[in-house]
């Protein structure tokens, strides 16, 4: 199985794609790809109700963004799994995988951005704010030919944005000033764009 992570490059202003055999340690790790989306990339909004599939058909609950988060992502975003860095309210920050797309498995008819965020909550959190910074990208969307194959790659999603987050790079978004901001005072800020 191959993900990918996305590094920035200091020529262009844009990131590379890399792309990371986890299979073989004996191929080269990394394959250098041009990617079009800009990281980091800012969103604020509600949680609103979902599919219900996350917690119930793949036990790995997601929060979904308001519909009009997703509409406001620029016409160039990269649809495909992200990682990085989440908050919930004015609680503590958390990893986070994000799915921003169809989710080709399910035939998904509206472009959602989903977010599983790395921790155990005790409930659910419908109607709170949730704010993410995307930092990185892992892979593109993709069908399954079973839910197990899709449970594998979700579990190694998360494997992959816990390790990329321990990089200096990355991990410097953890305390971000956007996560100090309420949510009111983005929409002069970082909300829902990149920096």
């Known amino acids: 199985m191959s993900a990918r992570v996305v590094l920035p490059t200091r020529l262009t202003g844009r990131f590379l794609l890399l792309s990371h055999n986890f ?3 004996t191929t080269k790790p990394y394959k250098y790809t041009r990617m079009s989306t800009t990281l980091p990339h800012f969103a604020s909004g509600e949680v609103v109700k979902g599919f219900g599939r996350g917690s119930k058909t793949l036990g ?3 929060a979904n963004l308001e519909q009009c988060v997703v ?3 620029p016409a160039d975003f990269k649809t495909g799994i992200y ?3 989440a908050q919930v309210n004015d609680g503590p920050v958390y990893e986070q995988v994000t799915s921003i797309g169809w989710n080709p498995y399910f035939r998904n008819q509206t472009k959602s951005m989903e977010t599983h965020v790395i921790h155990s909550f005790t409930e659910d959190f419908y109607g709170s704010n949730l704010k993410v910074i995307l930092v990185g990208y892992i892979r593109d969307e993709m069908d399954f030919k079973g839910l197990e194959e899709l449970k594998a790659a979700i579990a190694n ?3 992959v944005s816990k390790q990329e987050l321990l990089r200096p790079e990355f991990r410097k978004y953890k305390t971000d000033e956007f996560f100090c901001q309420n949510p009111e005072s983005l929409n002069n800020g970082k909300m ?3 920096a």
């Open 23 to 25: 299979c073989s340690p």
């Open 60 to 62: 790995t609950p997601t």
């Open 71 to 73: 509409d406001k992502l």
């Open 83 to 85: 990682f990085g860095w």
């Open 157 to 159: 999603d998360i494997e």
């Open 192 to 194: 829902n764009g990149n």
